[in-house]
C-alpha cells in the first residue's frame, strides 16, 4: 500500500506540473496575440500616416506588364488646408446706438452686438465713386487693419453688409475718447508725465507701422483714441498705403490733413518717405503741450508761413536742394544776411520744456526730413527718461465719456480729398516779413537775473 500510494502521488503531480505548463503556454500565446494585435494597429496607423508616394507619370515596363492592376487603384490627391470663402454677416447683427462723427472717408457710430451685448464702433463706409468699383482707400485700410497687430493700433472686428452693395460697414473695437476732443473739454493741458505717456504709445504704434512698410499719411489728435484705462489706439487708415526703400514714384502728394502736413508736402516733392509722419508727432506733441494745434495754418500758403515762423527759413545748408522742389522754385524768402530768419524759436515758444524735450521736438519738427529722428529713434530719446517719468496706464486719469451722447463736432480742416495735389502760386508771397517781431519773442524766453 505504501509503494502505491507514491506512485499515485508522483502521477498527481506530474498531471498538476503538465496542467501549469499548459495553462502557462495558453497565456504566454494570449500575451503574443495581444502583441501581435497592438503591432499590426501600430503599423496600421503609421501607413495611415505616412504621405503617399508621388505617382510616376510615365509607364515602365512593369506598368506594360499588369496595365489591370493599375488602373483599379484610384490615386490619391494631396489634401492642403487653405482660406475658404464665405458671406459677411449682415449689419443687422448690431444694434445702432448713436452716430460719434463724420470723417473724410466715412459715418462712425456706436453700436452693440446684439448676440454678445458687445459695444464696438462700426464705420461706414462712403461710396461716392462706386460707379469706379469698390474704393482702394477702403481696400487698404481693411488690408492694412486686419495685417496691424499692435496694442497701440486700433483692431477690426470684421466686415458687414447692409441691404445693398454700397452698404459696407467695418466693426472696430469701441474706444472712450479721441485726443481732439478730450482736450477740447479739458480744462488744463495734460501734464508732462501724462504727455509722456500718451507720446511712448503713439511713436510705438508709428514704428510699427513703419518697421512693417506701412505709412499713415495722417496722424492727428483725433484720429489717435484713448479708453478709460490709458490706452492709446491709432486709428482711421483711409488714407495709409504701403512704401518700400526707395519710394514708390507714384505717391499722391495731397496727403496729411494741413495742420499737420510736412513742409516738403506743402511744396511739392514728388516722393516722400516715413518722415511725414515723424513731422505729424512734432505737431501732435506741440498740441499736447499747448492744448491746441500746433501750426493752424488757414491754407497751404498761410501753413508754410507758421511753419518758417516757427521753425526758421529753409536755406541750401539746412535743406540741401530744398528750392528744386516744385513749389519752391518762386519763394520770396529772406536775405542770408538777416540771421533772425533761419533758427528755430521751439525753445523759445516752450520755455517749460526741459532740454531734452526741446531738443526733442525741435528735431520731430526739423524742415529737411532726413533730420527728423525715426519713430525707433524718438522711443529711445532721453526726454523719456527723465523727471517727472512717463506716467503708468493704470494711474492715468479717466474722463467721461462723450462717445455715448450727442454727434462731435470739431474745428479743424477736414482729410485731403480724393484728387491731385494742388499747386501752390507763390510767386507774389514775401516771407522776409513774418520775423519782424523775432528778437523780442527770443528775448521774452526764460528769464534773466540782474547783478548789483
Request: glycine residues 6%.
Amino acid at each position: 500500500m505504501a509503494g502505491s500510494r507514491w506512485a499515485d502521488d508522483a502521477e498527481a503531480k506530474a498531471l498538476e506540473a503538465q496542467r501549469k505548463k499548459e495553462k502557462e503556454e495558453k497565456k504566454r500565446l494570449k500575451l503574443e496575440k495581444q502583441r501581435q494585435q497592438e503591432e499590426e494597429a501600430r503599423r496600421a496607423s503609421e501607413e495611415a500616416n505616412r504621405p503617399q508616394k508621388r505617382r510616376r507619370i510615365s509607364l515602365g515596363p512593369q506598368d506594360d506588364a499588369t496595365p489591370a492592376s493599375k488602373e483599379s487603384e484610384a490615386p490619391e490627391l494631396l489634401k492642403l488646408e487653405g482660406g475658404s470663402w464665405g458671406p459677411c454677416r449682415n449689419v443687422s447683427n448690431y444694434e445702432t446706438l448713436n452716430a460719434i462723427e463724420e470723417g473724410t472717408y466715412g459715418w462712425v457710430s456706436r453700436a452693440k452686438d446684439v448676440s454678445t451685448g458687445e459695444v464696438v464702433a462700426l464705420k461706414k463706409l462712403k461710396m461716392d465713386f462706386a460707379y469706379e468699383g469698390f474704393p482702394v482707400t477702403a481696400l487698404r485700410e481693411i488690408q492694412l487693419l486686419r495685417e496691424s497687430h499692435h496694442p497701440n493700433i486700433v483692431s477690426l472686428k470684421e466686415v458687414v453688409m447692409g441691404a445693398s452693395l454700397s452698404d459696407v460697414y467695418m466693426v472696430m473695437e469701441f474706444m472712450e475718447h479721441d485726443l481732439k476732443t478730450l482736450q477740447d473739454d479739458k480744462l488744463e493741458p495734460f501734464l508732462q508725465s501724462e504727455v509722456k505717456t500718451l507720446l511712448l504709445q503713439i511713436a510705438s504704434a508709428v514704428h510699427f507701422l513703419h518697421d512693417h512698410w506701412i505709412l499713415h499719411r495722417d496722424l492727428k489728435t483725433s484720429n489717435i483714441l484713448l479708453d478709460n484705462r490709458g490706452l492709446i489706439k491709432i486709428a482711421d487708415f483711409g488714407m495709409a498705403r504701403r512704401t518700400s526703400s526707395p519710394p514708390p514714384p507714384n505717391l499722391t502728394q495731397l496727403v496729411v490733413t494741413l495742420w499737420y502736413r510736412s513742409p516738403e508736402l506743402l511744396l511739392g516733392t514728388p516722393t516722400y518717405d516715413t518722415s511725414v509722419d515723424t513731422w505729424s508727432l512734432g505737431c501732435i506733441f506741440g498740441e499736447l503741450l499747448l492744448k491746441e494745434p500746433l501750426l493752424q495754418g488757414k491754407n497751404e500758403v498761410d501753413q508754410l508761413s507758421r511753419i518758417f515762423e516757427l521753425c526758421g527759413i529753409p536755406t541750401n545748408d539746412t535743406w540741401p536742394g530744398f528750392k528744386r522742389l516744385p513749389n519752391a522754385k518762386s519763394l520770396r524768402l529772406p536775405s542770408n544776411a538777416d540771421s533772425r530768419a533761419h533758427g528755430s524759436i521751439v525753445r523759445a515758444k516752450f520755455p517749460f520744456l526741459t532740454s531734452a524735450g526741446a531738443d526733442l521736438l525741435s528735431s520731430l519738427l526739423s524742415l529737411n526730413p532726413e533730420n527728423r529722428p525715426s519713430a525707433k529713434d524718438m522711443l529711445n530719446h532721453p526726454y523719456f527718461k527723465e523727471k517727472p517719468k512717463p506716467i503708468s496706464t493704470a494711474l492715468f486719469p479717466t474722463f467721461p465719456s462723450k462717445a455715448g451722447q450727442e454727434r462731435r463736432r470739431r474745428i479743424e480742416p477736414h482729410a485731403p480729398q480724393r484728387g491731385e495735389a494742388p499747386r501752390v502760386s507763390m510767386a507774389e508771397v514775401d516771407f522776409s516779413g513774418i520775423f519782424a517781431g523775432r528778437e523780442e519773442e527770443q528775448r521774452g524766453a526764460g528769464f534773466s537775473l540782474r547783478m548789483g
